[in-house]
């Protein structure tokens, strides 16, 4: 397989890059492209022609197949293509990390950010499951108000439950409650 990255760069210098192309390299004044990297291979200087660009390599927050064809019937795979690399005006900021925020079409916009998220705490939420269950025990009046009077196979129940769903499953019966300025959900068979 090839290796391969997308390269991104201003439309100015896209329309060159397009005239380089299609002219005879002899001929254009923009006679040469020229991509270098310093010694940490993450940032470096884009050449076309006399002028120069700041570039920069940042990894994609998923992984594009790029595939090429013969025939426009059978098509191959060529590679994983899982960098990209970022070439902008001297005035423009550099990036900030290693990870470019976003993917390469709009429903990928800030993936990093919406697909990526921190796992939660699980002691945060086995305090806030308690509370909940206390609240639901106070409203249906047949436990005391204590966290550790809770009846075991209902916390088993709802646990169960709570791990279904931010698995990605479903469960039948939800109740929603909200304390302390958050939405909680409780599963409990009715």
Known sequence: ME??????????IAERIERLLNENPS???????DLSFTDDGRTGTFAIGNETFPASLLDLPGV???YKTYDDTVLIKTADIGQII???EEVEPSPDGIEYRHGLTPPMRDARRRRFRREPDVNVFKQILS??????NFHHRYVTYLPFSVQPELVQRVEKDLLSIMSGGTVDNILIYVAFHFIFIIA???
């Not at 509370?131 to 639901?136: E, G, N, Q």
Request: charged fraction near 20%; proline fraction near 3%; aromatic fraction near 6%.
């Open 3 to 12: 290796e391969q990255f997308i390269l991104r760069v201003p439309s100015s």
């Open 27 to 33: 001929t254009s004044e923009d006679g040469c492209l």
């Open 64 to 66: 594009v197949e790029s």
């Open 86 to 88: 970022t070439v902008r």
């Open 131 to 136: 509370v909940c269950i206390l609240k639901y």
């Open 188 to 190: 409990v068979a009715i």
